[in-house]
């Protein structure tokens, strides 16, 4: 478990648990704010597979994120040469993908995903053995471009996904380790 004091609170992560956490992520998941996570129609059934799934997987992880104990968030990574980017660009020793995402709220906390995602790179880079943390989000989905670029990332080039039309982007940690310290 990793836990970060943020301006916003205590962040801390942990792993998903796939049967006892499922419920909760459907209601993240098929939110209308998540309409880049791609599970919208997905029934609570769909959601514990998928992560019974993740958990089975030796390249595919995912961890819940609370927010001062309670979930808040969620956070997958991956390892490229093997998930999501197979065959889409040249993966590099150390590279690790990311996602993440926020949960839907009534009651927005300022700066609260912009602390989430300097967490969510911050427990990747904990890791030696990351050197680049690469994302591929929706060319369309202009608000993580600009919370990507705030931590670090540079962006690469567009990329073809079955599912969608991606920006590859990477972050090195010394590029995350200026974007936050300054």
């Known amino acids: 478990m990793t836990t970060t004091t943020t301006a916003v609170g205590r962040l801390t992560l942990r792993p998903l ?39 089975a997987d030796p390249h595919h992880h995912a961890l819940l994120g609370l927010h001062d104990g309670a979930p808040a968030f969620l956070m997958e990574y991956y390892d490229p040469a093997h998930r999501e980017l197979v065959g889409l660009y040249e993966p590099r020793p150390g590279d690790v993908g990311m996602h993440f995402l926020v949960a839907p709220t009534d009651r927005p906390v300022h700066g609260f995903t912009r602390a989430v995602i300097t967490a969510v ?32 990332f540079v962006p690469e080039r567009e990329i073809r996904k079955p599912e969608k039309k991606a920006l590859l982007s990477f972050c090195t940690r010394e590029q995350f380790e200026k974007a936050v310290l300054v």
């Open 121 to 152: 790179m911050a427990r990747l880079f904990e890791d030696p053995a990351t050197a680049r943390v690469v994302v591929e989000p929706d060319v369309s989905n202009k608000a993580v471009h600009t919370l990507n670029e705030a931590v670090g």
């Open 17 to 55: 648990d796939p049967l006892e956490d499922a419920e909760l992520l459907h209601g993240w998941v098929t939110d209308p704010k998540a309409a880049y996570w791609m599970m919208q129609d997905a029934k609570p059934v769909d959601v514990e597979r998928a992560y019974l799934d993740i958990a």
